[in-house]
């Protein structure tokens, strides 16, 4: 039932703020859902907070980023693919959870995956807004803002801000349920806002990186514009410049969840083990 309420209200939302398409309200209900079914409330509210948080941020100076680049513009309602590149990866962690083994770890895995997705959008959604030209990372050139690859001060702060948030938000929302159950939180989760801030940070630096080196990048000719896609906002198609055509933003955003789980799971355990107890 809070999974309906929960996925419904955030599909509705964000179909009605422009932000999502059909298919991508549906992908968020049906995923909310499972999420609810297999692992429990704890899981649903993290996901909840992670886009909620990251739909508020892109609502805001919406009209003025529709001004940047097409990743911004109306058309760009975000669709079902779009959606599970980034809530792909946490569905399989609550169904592994649910169906196979409950421990802990996947449950840090799963708050680092929502960390670097959280980390990565609101890097994205505020990083456009700096003043500051952002520069890729390694090669630092400096690049218009919201180029695919490009980092700014305000993004990774934005970025470290949210990782913290999601985790934080993982910790509190465990610490409610074992006060209700009347059980003690598992010492190590005390470590989980750390974790998480390290993990998103690394899952969302990674997806920087490849968007700077890999990522496929096409050229509009009618708009002299570079772009993301094979079929450019205006509606013709694109020529390939550089990257791999095949590695999109969205496989990019696959690949940003899962080193954000991966590396969060590993840091949770070694700081419980080598950072003292609480
Ligand atoms: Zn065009």
New binding site residues.
Partial sequence: MLGLVLGGLLAWLGYRAQLLSSGGAVAVLVGMVIISLAAGWVWSLALLVTLASIGFWARFRQGFKRTINERFRERARLGWWQILARIGWPVMLALLYGLLTPERGVFAAYIGALAATAADGWGTELGVLSNQEPRLLISRIQVPAGTAGAISILGLVAGVAASWLIGFAGLLLTAVEAWLDQLAVAPALFWLPVAAMIGGMAGSLTDSLLGATAQGITY????K?R?EYRV?????P?QPVRGWSWLTNDGINLVCSLVGAAVTAGAVTWLARFGGRW
């Fill in positions: 509009c000719e009618h708009c514009e772009s450019h906002s205006c509606g013709r694109t």
